[in-house]
């Protein structure tokens, strides 16, 4: 996959809600043309493009184990950004939906 451009990676920061968890994330692009990932109890993670609307990011646990969470931005029929679904083998399908 081609290195993505700033503007295309711009779309996909803003702030992100679960209802289900009741727990907000926000996504920033850093100085590198990284989006990152942010969350008040866990580290910063860098997403890793890997398809259109697709990226992943790595979480570690503390017995130094490691998997990749996917990570896929949705639209609505208007093609409008509307939210994130993520799953790993402890997340199936998770959503967040994008604040206004």
Request: charged letters at 25%; aromatic letters at 12%; one cysteine or more.
């Amino acid at each position: 996959m081609a290195t993505p451009t700033n503007e295309y990676l711009q779309q996909f920061t803003g702030n992100y809600y679960s209802p289900h968890l009741d727990f907000y994330c926000r996504i920033v692009l850093n100085e590198k043309n990284e989006l990152v990932l942010k969350r008040p109890t866990i580290s910063d993670k860098t997403l890793v493009p890997n398809g259109k609307d697709l990226f992943l990011f790595e979480m570690e646990s503390g017995g130094g184990d490691s998997w990749y969470v996917r990570t896929e931005f949705t639209r609505n029929a208007n093609g409008q950004l509307n939210g994130i679904e993520m799953q790993h083998i402890r997340m199936m399908h998770h959503r967040f939906e994008k604040v206004k």
